[in-house]
């Protein structure tokens, strides 16, 4: 099978960096990326480069490189699909808000959506390739859509699985770890492999049955995450007994059988993929009457909204029990550095906590924007969207940020944090100058020097 034309559906996090990257490395091919929303489109074509609509350090280039020469943006999703000899489905698939499985399944009206429209479109065989995170067997519901509801042309449906971390997407992408296609039709698997093996060395490609490339997606993250709660249990544990969080990372990291990455205690995993592909796990177990495996994977999710809740009640704790009408200001609200991203954000849940507590919080982030910090706010449904705006003010400046701060928290592990000249912020904050640092980015033993009070995780 001869691929000449892709096309890619959903221009979020994942498809607009991976077809950006595949149409890269494979100039012979045409790479058309579509997705329904306008806005988004014209920000991936805006000529102003920093107008991308992800931040993601690298990509501008990747996208200079490529774009109108084989790598295109457009609304026209009918014409894509039609033209494709392949086609990637990489559209939200977002945890049910509704219904059976609310707060836990994945929600795959949009994938199914995708489906219908392939199969009333396609008048020539597709490969249909799962970008997405999604459930396993997921491909055995979009091959049934495609085969009953098509013109009568083949579908061979791929599961690609993406392991790019936010970030640092690119380099993920130009130098994976491993790639994962699971299928069973060999044809469409190899023609899937030599796009991948235009740059990825042959034995880093790894060929699966659909399900346990499924599966693997979803254990990846499951492991991550664990690994991330696992500290953040130690952190706490760190704090009362007087040992060092980082020291005990050090300490076990070292250890080649455990490895060193993954170990940094924080305020609490975020992100797109992490609990939602847990939640997914924990509702597949529990729908195979397996109630063991679900409590197990589900108590990561737990120890990291306990992160989240201990590291507020922390700060209201050390204000002296109350921060009515106190001012505490948020540095970061991405859900990690280097990306606007800021879906599961721990900042959202550490806001909402504070505001209930009725708090006044400013927040300054390099990347996002103040839209996106009150409609993450607003979205959780707490309060209303106007008490949001009354309580919370989101700045440009870090220093002006932290103005007459009665607490400053960091909640994102922005490089530049580090370079602030702290000594003019504590000039600026109310005394004793109260600053927690939920990432472990700040020299501490310094700004003690200059007078802060610093509350550091998993450090007593
Ligand atoms: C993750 C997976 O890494 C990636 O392979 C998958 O494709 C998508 O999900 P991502 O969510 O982009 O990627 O970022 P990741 O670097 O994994 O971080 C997730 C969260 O864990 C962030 O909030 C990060 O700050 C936190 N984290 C990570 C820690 O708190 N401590 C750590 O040691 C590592
Ligand atoms: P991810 O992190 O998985 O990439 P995003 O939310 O960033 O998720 O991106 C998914 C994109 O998919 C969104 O821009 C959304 O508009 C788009 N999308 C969802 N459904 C469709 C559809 N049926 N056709 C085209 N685009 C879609």
């Known amino acids: 099978m001869k691929i000449d034309k892709i096309c890619c559906i959903g221009a979020g996090y994942v498809g607009g960096p991976t077809m950006s990257v595949i149409a890269q490395k494979n100039p012979q091919i045409q790479v058309t990326v579509v997705d329904l929303n306008h806005e988004r489109i014209a920000a991936w074509n805006d000529a102003d480069l920093n107008k991308l609509p992800i931040y993601e350090p690298g990509l501008d280039k990747v996208v200079a490189e490529a774009r109108n020469r084989n790598l295109f943006f457009s609304t026209d999703v009918e014409k894509a699909i039609d033209e494709a000899d392949m086609i990637f489905i990489s559209v939200n698939t977002p945890t049910k808000t509704y219904g059976k499985g609310k707060g836990q399944a994945a929600d795959l009206k949009y994938i199914e959506l995708c489906a219908r429209q392939i199969a009333a479109i396609a008048k020539s065989d597709k490969i249909v390739v799962e970008k997405s995170t999604l459930p396993v067997r997921t491909a055995e519901a979009l091959k049934s859509i495609l085969d009953h509801t098509g013109n009568g042309v083949n579908f061979h449906v791929l599961s690609n699985p993406e392991f790019l971390a936010e970030g640092t997407a690119i380099q993920d992408l130009q130098k994976p770890d491993r790639i994962l296609i699971g299928g069973e039709n060999q044809e469409a698997i190899q023609a899937l492999v030599d796009i991948y093996g235009a740059w990825v060395p042959t034995d880093r490609i790894i060929t699966t049955n659909l399900w346990s490339s499924e599966l693997s997606k979803l254990v990846a993250n499951a492991f991550l995450a664990q690994r991330v709660s696992s500290i953040n249990a130690i952190s706490e544990l760190c704090e009362v007994t007087g040992a060092n969080v980082d020291e005990v ?34 509702y597949i177990a529990r729908s195979y009457n397996l109630y063991e495996v679900a409590d197990y994977w589900e108590q990561v999710i737990m120890m990291n909204n306990h ?15 109350t921060v009515n009408g106190k ?77 007459q701060a009665h607490a400053i928290a960091i909640l994102t592990e922005w490089d530049e944090f580090k370079a602030y000249n702290w000594q003019q912020i504590y000039d600026k904050v109310f005394k004793p100058a109260f600053l927690f640092d939920g990432r472990g980015v700040l020299d501490g033993q310094q700004l003690m020097m200059q007078g802060f009070t610093i509350y550091g995780i998993g450090r007593c």
């Open 249 to 282: 990372a050090r300490a076990i990291g070292m250890d080649s059988r455990i490895g060193s990455k993954f170990l940094r205690a924080s305020v609490g995993f975020g992100g797109s993929c992490f609990q939602k592909d847990i939640l997914n796990l924990v």
């Open 307 to 321: 992160q989240k809740d201990r590291f507020a009640d922390n700060i209201i704790k050390t204000l002296y029990n």
């Open 327 to 403: 001012n505490i200001t948020l540095l970061g609200w991405a859900f990690k550095k280097d990306t606007n991203d800021t879906r599961e954000s721990a900042a959202i849940y550490v806001a909402d906590h504070l505001l209930d507590e009725e708090a006044f919080i400013t927040v300054y982030d390099p990347k996002v924007t103040a839209e996106q910090i009150y409609k993450d706010l607003d979205y959780l449904g707490t309060r209303s969207p106007a008490e949001n705006r009354r309580l919370v003010k989101v700045v440009n400046s870090p220093y002006q940020a932290c103005e």
